[in-house]
């Protein structure tokens, strides 16, 4: 048994009053589970969605929140592919109520990875939800190849900044649309070749530049709403836009019509993971491989103290550039 703290929603509401730092019990890990003790751990909007009660994947309060984690391995069922003193990142039980923000935390056995030793904490803990979702939409639902133009919304977000990262790792031109020249400075760290400010440029007209008049291959949404009904505009014929959030708060509306005439079409993407192990294994494993050559790394923003954790949710409503990261210990 172990015991430590942990932030738990207690009701719904603004973060200060509805997330609660409580005294818990872990027990030992049940079969397709690992729990580690919590070094870092990645945040996001979903944060804000829980605590707000707009999850659609979760029921009442009380429950913990955040998905994913990094930290060291402390206790393993029998047959379990890691071992205690492993150092692992990974997505947390947090639709089963066990969250993240917490001094220790179970882990998805197969949505884990070890640790590659050029990872920081802070990149390492907000490494699995970005990326595995990236790597869902663009390899899984609606692929991008090389030499194909990807356009992404939010690209200095959270969700964002990893599609623009896998996006270039597979040989895509990269269009990143971001809200301010901060941002699109960072998103050219990030590896843009191009990037739009959707507030000050015609979006429109700027793809219309870049692209040469054709269009995009792949929209990457993260935000909906009026910037992704924009971008809409933009696409090439045969394209696809990839639904992955709504970071406006509505997802994007689809004019059938519109997908009839100009042959585009529209994938709804949820980084659910695969049923089959060994499958969901070589994603992961895949993923390390590109972290490992250096062709991905998270890109971390601001980091949180573990105290702080109120204050970082509500700061997600409008966030800045790159991850949030909290550390735990």
Not at 60 to 69: A, H, K, N, Q, T
Not at 111 to 137: K, N, W
């Amino acid at each position: 048994m172990f015991s430590g703290r942990a932030w738990r929603v207690v009701k719904f509401g603004d973060p200060k009053e509805a997330v609660e730092l409580q005294e818990l019990t872990w027990g030992e890990p049940a079969p397709g589970q690992v729990l580690i003790r919590t070094r870092t751990a990645g945040a996001g909007f979903p944060d804000v969605m829980m605590t707000a009660g707009h999850f659609p994947l979760l029921g009442d309060p009380p429950f913990g929140l955040g998905e994913e984690v990094a930290g060291e391995v402390v206790a393993v069922p029998p047959g379990s592919r890691f071992a205690l003193g492993d150092q692992v990142a990974g997505i947390t039980e947090f639709l089963e109520g066990w969250g993240g923000y917490a001094e220790y935390v179970y882990v998805r056995e197969r949505s884990a990875l070890r640790i590659p030793v050029s990872m920081t904490d802070e990149q390492a803990g907000g490494f699995p939800i970005g990326f595995r979702t990236a790597y869902a939409g663009l390899v899984e639902r609606a692929p991008v190849e090389a030499g194909q133009t990807l356009l992404v919304l939010g690209a200095a977000g959270s969700s964002g900044a990893t599609a623009v990262q896998l996006g270039k790792a597979l040989g895509a031109t990269v269009i990143a649309i971001a809200g301010s020249q901060e941002k699109l400075d960072f998103c050219a760290r990030n590896g843009a070749d191009y990037g739009v400010n959707y507030r000050t440029d015609d979006l429109t007209a700027r793809i219309a530049e870049i692209t040469q008049g054709r269009g995009v291959d792949l929209i990457y949404d993260p935000v909906g709403g009026d910037t992704a009904a924009t971008a809409l505009r933009s696409i090439a014929r045969n394209g696809r836009i990839a639904m992955i959030g709504l970071a406006s708060g509505a997802p994007v509306a689809l004019d059938s019509m519109d997908m009839l005439l100009r042959n585009y079409t529209a994938v709804g993407v949820l980084a659910s993971g695969n049923d089959d192990a060994e499958k969901e294994a070589a994603v992961w494993d895949h993923l390390r491989d590109l972290a490992e050559r250096g062709a991905i790394t998270t890109p971390v923003g601001k980091v949180y103290g573990f105290d702080d954790v109120p204050r970082m949710i509500a700061d997600q409503l409008a966030p800045g550039a790159g991850k949030t990261v909290v550390r735990v210990a």
